[in-house]
């Protein structure tokens, strides 16, 4: 069991992690701002009650809190706090005022992806400590100093030599190669926020890697724009073949188009005239 210090300073780091103050913290759990400061400077213990408040507003295990399995073995707070940081410093918005600042009532959908980001790393780091798995070194690749085309040429030909695929092969099963020669693992989550993908590299672990998927519309929007792509000879022929046919769907798109503008006009001047007649 963690000292009383030792946990209000992992409560502390979760909580400026998350950017959320005391204050807003203390009035989650139903406490005062005063208590919430003593149980971060260990002079006030946590309660078992208390502790599962905690890992649900702050969004981290209990083990966490408490420096148990992997979560007192390898530290990663450092390169996660890292990658916060330059989060807030991207981010765009009005300027501050003057005085003590206000802190946010919900911590952002970015700073909750690093922290599942992190947890999902430290997971797969406990399961492969728990089966015995041997973890593959990271190959030695070529260093840029120009940061040139042809330093880029031959990094790119060095990778693809590590991932056994030819100069022009497309690349499948990307995953599993990168894990397998790269040791880098490679974590897919839906996208939320301004967050696109993230990355780091620990001895402990390797690298790992972030990608976000594209929400439902975007997806959608890429998902057509690559159908019509690869059918466009199919639609080209068919106009050609049956012109008119289209000119027929055209002409009835543009009158129900008209039907509805016409519609939308008849509304507003009915509304007008109601208005006139209040007068």
């Given at each position: 069991?963690?000292?009383?210090?030792a946990?209000?300073?992992?409560?502390?780091?979760a909580?400026?992690?998350?950017?959320?103050?005391?204050?807003?913290?203390?009035?989650?759990?139903?406490?005062?701002?005063?208590?919430?400061?003593?149980?971060?400077?260990?002079?006030?213990?946590?309660?078992v009650?208390?502790?599962y408040?905690?890992?649900?507003?702050?969004?981290?295990?209990?083990?966490?809190f408490?420096?148990?399995?992997?979560?007192?073995?390898a530290?990663?707070?450092?390169?996660?706090?890292?990658?916060?940081?330059?989060?807030?410093?991207?981010?765009?918005g009005?300027?501050?005022?003057?005085?003590?600042?206000?802190?946010?009532?919900?911590?952002?959908?970015?700073?909750?992806?690093?922290?599942?980001?992190?947890?999902?790393?430290?997971?797969?780091?406990?399961?492969?400590?728990?089966?015995?798995?041997?973890?593959?070194?990271?190959?030695?690749?070529?260093?840029?100093?120009?940061?040139?085309?042809?330093?880029?040429e031959?990094?790119?030909?060095?990778?693809?030599?590590?991932?056994?695929?030819?100069?022009?092969?497309?690349?499948?099963?990307l995953?599993?190669?990168?894990?397998?020669?790269?040791?880098?693992?490679?974590?897919?989550?839906?996208?939320?926020?301004?967050?696109?993908?993230?990355?780091?590299?620990?001895?402990?672990?390797?690298?790992?890697?972030?990608r976000?998927q594209?929400?439902?519309?975007?997806?959608?929007?890429?998902?057509l724009?690559?159908?019509?792509?690869?059918?466009?000879?199919?639609?080209?022929?068919?106009?050609?073949?049956?012109?008119?046919?289209?000119?027929?769907?055209?002409?009835?798109?543009?009158?129900?188009?008209?039907?509805?503008y016409e519609?939308?006009?008849?509304?507003?001047?009915?509304?007008c005239?109601?208005?006139?007649?209040?007068?």
């Open positions: 069991m963690e000292s009383n210090e946990v209000g300073q992992r409560i502390a780091k909580r400026e992690f998350l950017g959320l103050t005391q204050a807003v913290v203390a009035e989650k759990l139903g406490l005062a701002r005063t208590t919430q400061v003593a149980i971060e400077q260990g002079r006030r213990p946590v309660s009650a208390e502790l408040k905690y890992s649900e507003v702050l969004s981290r295990p209990l083990d966490y408490l420096g148990l399995g992997v979560w007192g073995k530290d990663f707070r450092p390169h996660f706090r890292l990658m916060a940081e330059k989060l807030d410093a991207s981010a765009v009005p300027p501050r005022r003057p005085g003590r600042p206000k802190g946010a009532p919900e911590a952002s959908p970015e700073k909750l992806l690093l922290m599942n980001f992190e947890s999902l790393c430290r997971n797969y780091l406990e399961l492969e400590e728990t089966n015995g798995l041997p973890r593959t070194a990271m190959p030695e690749l070529p260093v840029p100093r120009l940061f040139s085309v042809p330093e880029a031959q990094l790119a030909a060095t990778v693809r030599a590590h991932l056994d695929i030819g100069p022009d092969a497309p690349i499948r099963d995953r599993v190669r990168l894990e397998d020669s790269f040791a880098s693992r490679v974590y897919v989550l839906p996208q939320k926020g301004r967050l696109n993908a993230a990355a780091f590299h620990h001895p402990a672990i390797g690298g790992s890697v972030l976000l594209a929400p439902l519309v975007l997806g959608s929007a890429v998902l724009i690559h159908a019509v792509a690869q059918l466009w000879p199919w639609i080209s022929a068919a106009y050609v073949a049956v012109w008119w046919l289209w000119l027929g769907l055209g002409g009835a798109a543009l009158i129900f188009l008209a039907a509805r519609k939308r006009v008849r509304a507003l001047k009915a509304a005239a109601t208005v006139t007649a209040l007068r």
